[in-house]
């Protein structure tokens, strides 16, 4: 039973389909979407392994985790506080608090935060516009989610690198239009690409985002995998995506 005084005004429970799993939204403000739920499905997890989320927002990615690997414990850290607090309300509801951790902190601190080497896996679904284009409101909370305010792919690249272990993964899901910077990003911080996986809204149709996992002092040998194709026909989800969503 979902105990409704951790709902604020305005704010709604979503039902993820998942392990009895919900989650806080405000549909005034960023709610989730497909990219986050593909980024869970692509993530790898040791047993027991510590994880780290970056801009976890209202922390779909950590409460998905938590049901779709053995991690043995998953903290998600987001600098916008409003987030950060329905990301936590969201734990508490779903009695997740001995499994995550949600920080409201900027990404930039990982290392002071957390330590050298101390994850065995990063992940992060950053904001993919640079910063500029597009903004009319810099300080709103979703020209913050999308635009590049608070932190650059090089932020994010190098705090991932700095706080995982070696032969530790990062996890990244973007834009392939920015692949070339964000594979350059990337070797500066010797996490090397290993496994790479476009998303077309249709087969034939062009891709609209990319998932990575590089791995920290990895060797240089990086498997294409086949593509997610989102709809198999107008209107009707391929199988793949119904696998990763629960349906």
């Not at 409704?4 to 919900?22: A, T, V």
């Not at 409460?63 to 990301?87: F, H, N, R, V, Y």
């Not at 590089?214 to 009707?236: M, S």
Request: net charge negative; charged share 30%; with cysteine.
């Amino acid at each position: 039973m979902i105990d409704e005084s951790l709902i604020k005004p305005g704010e709604r429970f979503d039902d993820l389909e998942r392990s009895n799993l919900h989650i806080i939204q405000d549909p005034k403000r960023f709610c989730f979407g497909m990219d986050a739920v593909l980024l869970s499905g692509f993530i790898r997890v040791p047993r027991g392994g510590r994880v780290l989320d970056m801009c976890t927002g209202t922390g779909i990615i950590p409460l998905l985790l938590s049901a779709k690997t053995e991690a043995g414990e998953i903290i998600g850290t987001e600098i916008q506080p409003d987030s950060a607090d329905m990301a936590a309300r969201s734990v508490k509801a779903n009695a997740l608090e001995g499994k995550i951790k949600i920080l409201n902190s900027d990404i930039k601190n990982s290392l002071e935060m957390f330590g050298r080497d101390s994850f065995d896996a990063v992940s992060c679904n950053p904001p993919y516009m640079p910063a500029g284009r597009g903004i009319t409101n810099p300080g709103d909370v979703k020209a913050i989610a999308r635009h590049e305010i608070l932190c650059t792919v090089a932020d994010v690249c190098s705090q991932a690198a700095a706080v995982l272990k070696d032969g530790g993964h990062f996890f990244m899901v973007h834009r392939p239009a920015r692949l070339a910077e964000i594979f350059e990003r990337l070797s500066e911080n010797r996490l090397e690409p290993k496994r790479m996986k476009f998303v077309q809204p249709e087969a034939g149709k062009k891709p609209n985002m990319v998932l990575i996992d590089a791995v920290k002092g990895g060797g240089r040998e990086l498997n294409v995998e086949e593509p997610v194709i989102v709809f198999k026909e107008p209107g009707v989800y391929s199988d793949e995506i119904r696998d990763i969503y629960g349906y």
